[in-house]
């Protein structure tokens, strides 16, 4: 019914940057919450960024100052723009989204995942 699907990952230097990008798609009747989340190896999935339909926005404390969460409710994409990365944001990456599907109820929905790898 929904497909989300992020670009934008790969290999940077400590200090460098990237932007992430994720794009719903499908029968979509309403985008609520967006976010992003990372997993990396042997430790349990956690929020980074999330922001709500009305621009609200919540940081992890490890990321507040160098991520910056935005939206484009038009496209049904959300950006993660990722500044002054360190070796530790090494993760795999990943969007969720909280959507209505027609007129069904909402559900939570995710992305496939995008790898940034941060070398120093």
């Known amino acids: 019914q929904v497909q989300l699907v992020e670009s934008g990952g790969g290999l940077v230097q400590a200090g460098g940057s990237l932007r992430l990008s994720c794009a719903a798609s499908g029968n979509i009747f309403r985008i609520y919450n967006m976010g992003w989340y990372r997993q990396a190896p042997g430790k349990q999935r956690e929020s980074v960024a999330i922001?709500?339909?009305?621009?609200?926005?919540n940081y992890a404390d490890s990321v507040k100052g160098r991520f910056t969460i935005s939206r484009d409710n038009a496209k049904n994409t959300v950006y993660l723009q990722m500044d002054s990365l360190k070796p530790e944001d090494t993760s795999v990456y990943y969007c969720?989204?909280?959507?209505?599907?027609?007129?069904?109820?909402?559900?939570?929905?995710w992305g496939q995942g995008t790898q940034v790898t941060v070398s120093s």
């Open positions: 922001i709500q339909a009305a621009g609200i926005t």
């Open positions: 969720n989204a909280h959507i209505a599907v027609g007129l069904g109820a909402v559900e939570n929905y």
